[in-house]
């Protein structure tokens, strides 16, 4: 078994050599003949990159990064209603279509239809439905951006976790009330920060990896130890105040990061945050999402 | 039969021993910390202590309201002062011939260790960061301008403005008569340490954001990214040699021997090659299953000595590795919370810093 595979590596190992030796040879003679061609073709762009060193092949996903995201091709929809049906395709976890096929809510979680293009862009019909996505904007940071990258906090904490106990309730309603400093904060918010196990059991306070900017420095430069602190936002040591992360954006709690971390799963259910945030496919469908999500 | 059933009967029994024995081996691999011992405390004067620094076999410290001295042999604080600095004190004090630098956000400070008086104040007229001693010279940012002052004097050499509303929070690094910085600007400049004039300058916000903790190894610039990177970059005209991907943000990576060493929330600590970029190994720290396997998250400093790596996790854990292999050769558990830095004095001991604002002299 081990020499099959072994020999099977070998013949694809081959397989990849000759094909890119041929792709070089080809466009080597493309790349004399359309030298300063800013339209040429991918491939000749390719191999004059290549001739003048701009290839920087960099970790695990070089080939992604390398020939798809950083040309911008286009991303064709057959390829993400692939991924949408193939099992550990962002992950390990089942496909996403397993829980998401169709727009009925009583078979399909938050009514979401994954299996078609159109149902992709529409997002969650159950009310309150919404899409999860904009097309042609950047989608690092859309809803499904963030069920694939983030990691739900305290890191590694259960998807079987409800969401609504009193204490994110507490969270929830003291930014949807303006998230001020007053004695509401004080008494029943702040001390959730700081208090071990005061959302997850057996899970450390959140102040234990965010509680100041300063040396050596919290987790993603972040305070959640004061209110100003909890303000003024993420990565503000080095962005600047008027540049960093702000994490609530009061009156408006599904709109603020502190929130949506305490109580959005990672995608698929059960991923654990040892797997890659910036998975291949994940990259690619994001792309295809900025590209405006085309169905064609 | 019957001698069937004796031998089924061994076998069971050989089987259930065995059984045993790797039940046992793997509890003790599992709950296999051992604790560490408080061998000596010394109260500070303060309520939150940040990291120590060395200056000769005296440990300088420095918190909210003093900075002092004390010998890891004595049962008393050599020296301590009220700092006054607005805000207090919120980085490592630093030394250099003999002069120490204590410093927060707002002011910035000097000191002759056993004087009361300061040599110098340098008020910000921003935000002050993380400060660098170098060749008689301390480099520190305030607000977006590089800061160059004379160590002994406090008198100012020169000041580099980066792109405004940005800060220079990170130390910055230097090496012989450049000096370099990362601000938030996203660029990544070299400054000649005599005038503050740029040599180069590179501009790769796509690429990192921004860069911390700039470490040296030789010719090699060894920066995290913002972007949960760690790249190598030549110290002649800042192109990047390589970089590594961690998966997700880098905190406090520590640059020793031509390795550097850091964490990832991903659950791997890895030991990187200076020079090239290679990964020497790794070693998993978490697989977030909840098991007494996982570790705690790093954010203290690693720190490496006598071909060890001490990592002090935030679930009050001191792990010591071998730094060739990564192997892990002690999990040892502080009998109280402690702040998040460690500091080595040799193979027996090491220095803490409790949540109450005591240090902690530990036998390890």
């Given at each position: ?40 073709s ?12 701009k ?9 992604v990064?390398?020939?798809?995201l ?45 299996s078609?293009?159109?149902g ?26 963030r ?56 899970t ?16 993603h ?7 100003a ?68 | ?17 065995t059984?045993?024995a ?10 296999g ?5 408080i061998?000596?405390r ?21 918190g ?12 008393q ?48 007229r ?9 060749e ?20 100012p ?17 230097a ?32 690429d ?8 040296l190894?030789g ?8 972007q949960e ?47 090239t ?12 299953s909840?098991?007494?396997y996982?570790?705690?998250?790093l954010?203290a ?32 558990n502080?009998?109280?919370?402690v ?26």
């Open positions: 078994m081990k020499n099959t595979v072994t020999t099977l590596r070998r013949l694809a190992r081959l397989a990849f050599i000759g094909t890119l030796a041929t792709g070089l040879t080809a466009g080597t003679a493309f790349a004399d003949k359309d030298k300063d061609d800013k339209h040429g991918l491939n000749k762009k390719w191999v004059k990159d290549l001739r003048e060193g290839i920087k092949l960099e970790g695990d996903h070089a080939a990064e390398t020939l798809i950083a040309r911008n091709i286009p991303i064709p929809y057959t390829y993400i209603a692939t991924l949408m049906r193939t099992p550990n395709a962002f992950g390990q976890g089942p496909a996403c279509i397993v829980c998401h096929s169709s727009t009925d809510p009583r078979t399909s979680y938050r009514g979401m239809d994954l078609t293009c159109k992709i862009k529409n997002g969650v019909t159950e009310e309150p439905g919404y899409p999860v996505f904009t097309p042609g904007q950047p989608a690092g940071k859309s809803i499904l951006g069920r694939l990258r983030n990691n739900r906090m305290p890191l590694g904490v259960s998807f079987n976790v409800s969401p609504d106990n009193a204490a994110y309730t507490a969270v929830k309603e003291w930014i949807a009330a303006g998230a001020k400093n007053d004695e509401n904060f004080k008494k029943h918010v702040q001390p959730l920060f700081k208090k071990d196990g005061a959302f997850v059991p057996d450390p306070s959140c102040t234990t990896c965010h509680m100041s900017n300063q040396e050596p420095p919290s987790f430069e972040l305070d959640l130890s004061t209110h602190g909890i303000m003024l936002g993420a990565d503000s040591v080095a962005k600047g105040v008027a540049n960093a992360t702000k994490v609530v954006v009061p009156g408006k709690p599904e709109q603020s990061g502190l929130f949506q971390h305490l109580v959005e799963d990672r995608m698929p259910p059960g991923i654990s945050p040892t797997e890659d945030r910036s998975h291949p496919n994940t990259m690619i469908l994001l792309r295809w999402i900025e590209q405006g999500a085309l169905c064609d | 039969m019957i001698s069937l059933r004796r031998r089924q009967l061994l076998g069971l029994g050989l089987g259930l021993a059984l045993g790797v039940r046992y081996a793997h509890a003790r691999s599992e709950s910390t051992a604790s560490l011992t061998k000596r010394w109260p500070t004067g303060n309520q939150r202590l940040f990291p120590v620094s060395r200056l000769d076999q005296a440990v300088l410290y420095a909210e309201s003093t900075l002092g001295l004390i010998d890891p042999a004595a049962t604080v050599l020296w301590s002062v009220p700092h006054e600095l607005p805000e207090g004190a919120v980085f490592r004090p630093r030394v250099q011939a003999g002069i120490v630098v204590c410093g927060g956000r707002r002011e910035i400070a000097a000191w002759q260790p056993g004087q009361n008086a300061p040599l110098w104040r340098y008020p910000a921003l935000q002050i960061g993380t400060p660098l001693l170098h008689g010279t301390v480099y520190f940012g305030d607000g977006h301008e590089l800061v160059a002052l004379d160590l002994e004097s406090g008198a050499r020169w000041r580099f403005a980066a792109v405004a509303d940005t800060h220079i929070s990170y130390a910055p690094a090496t012989g008569d450049t000096v370099f910085v990362g601000p938030g600007d996203g660029r990544l400049y070299a400054l000649a340490t005599t005038d503050g004039k740029p040599r180069w300058v590179v501009n790769r916000i796509r990192w954001q921004y860069l911390r903790q700039l470490h190894s010719k090699v610039l060894v920066a995290g990214g913002y990177k760690l790249h190598g970059i030549d110290v002649a005209d800042g192109r990047e040699l390589w970089s590594f991907n961690a998966g997700n943000f880098i905190n406090s990576h520590h640059v020793a021997n031509g390795v550097a060493y850091l964490w990832s929330p991903m659950g791997w600590l890895y030991a990187i090659d200076a020079r970029g290679a990964m020497r190994w790794r070693h998993r720290t978490n697989d977030y909840g098991g007494s996982n570790w705690g998250p954010m400093e690693l720190v490496t000595q006598d071909q060890r790596l001490y990592a002090l996790d935030l679930k009050n854990v001191l792990h010591i590795l071998d730094v060739t292999q990564g192997e892990e050769s002690a999990r040892l502080l009998p109280e919370p702040r998040p830095f460690v500091l080595p004095l040799d193979q027996r001991r090491a220095l803490f810093g409790a949540d109450n604002g005591d240090l902690l002299l530990a036998s390890l």
